[in-house]
């Protein structure tokens, strides 16, 4: 067992949880945000801090360069970003993994409201270096 397979392991257990209890009530085919929003009750009911559409800056050498918005944020310990597309991108465990490099998270869910429920685990092997 590796190192990774502790960090947030409750939290991440209890997040998944949440996913298949939203997905096998709603199934496939709903848009993003109608996940999102089902999501951030049933991580409420469990009685889980859940910050909507947070927003982070990316900064290069001091100054602010972009900033990007993530979907969920759970317990200020594990970002979750949530797709419902047929097929997952490639991207999206980039797009988390950027979302985690911009933060001091070390601990991403990618859920994937698809045909199957699907949810790979990302962690961040170093986190956001002060500038």
């Known amino acids: 067992m590796s190192r990774h397979d502790l960090i947030e392991r409750d939290l991440t257990y209890s997040v998944i949880g949440a996913f298949f209890e939203v997905y096998n009530t709603l199934g ?9 929003e089902a999501l951030t009750l049933e991580l409420r009911d469990r009685g889980h801090l ?12 001091g100054r ?20 419902s597309t047929q097929h997952l991108s490639p991207f999206a465990s980039r797009q988390l993994l950027n979302y985690l490099r911009a933060t001091d998270l070390l601990v991403g869910l990618l ?18 270096r002060s500038s």
């Open 50 to 61: 859940v910050e909507r559409e947070q927003s982070v800056s990316v900064s290069y050498k």
């Open 28 to 36: 496939y085919g709903f848009l993003e945000q109608v996940y999102v």
């Open 111 to 128: 859920l994937h409201f698809g045909p199957e429920a699907k949810h790979h685990r990302v962690v961040c092997e170093r986190v956001r």
């Open 64 to 83: 602010v360069i972009a900033r990007l918005r993530m979907d969920v944020i759970v317990d200020h310990k594990i970002v979750v970003e949530v797709k």
